[in-house]
């Protein structure tokens, strides 16, 4: 069996159809992996999703709930999915849709990267 890596669980995730991106960061803003070309990516997008993740993580901090997923609908229809992953990462996909079916796929995808991210961590 092949050894599951980051960067080849983010290239299988890639190949649904609705998936326009994935990236992994650092909850500070250090781009980690992703199937996007590099120079493809606005140097601003990490330290925004970063700095706009943790925002909006205190404003639920201050109804006394817990943040799960950012969801940012953009003018094409298309969203940008950011989620916490084991507490020091952040997840951001891009989709075409958002449905119970690509929901359960990012649902999927953070916990593979959690096991992942805890085999390195070891």
């Known amino acids: 069996m092949k050894k599951m890596t980051i960067d080849s669980l983010f290239n299988d995730y890639s190949k649904k159809s609705y998936v326009e991106g994935t990236l992994l960061m650092s909850k500070v803003g250090t781009p980690i992996a992703g199937n996007k070309p590099k120079d ?38 298309s969203r940008i999915i950011i989620r916490q992953v084991l507490g020091s990462y952040l997840l951001a996909v891009e989709v075409q849709r958002y449905d119970d ?6 649902e999927s995808l953070t916990d593979q990267l959690s096991q992942l991210i805890s085999k390195y961590d070891q």
């Open 40 to 77: 493809v990516l606005e140097p601003s997008f990490v330290p925004l999703a970063s700095v706009t993740y943790e925002g909006a993580n205190e404003l639920a901090a201050t109804t006394g709930r817990e943040f799960k997923e950012m969801t940012i609908e953009l003018t094409n229809g």
């Open 101 to 106: 079916k690509v929901r359960d796929d990012i």
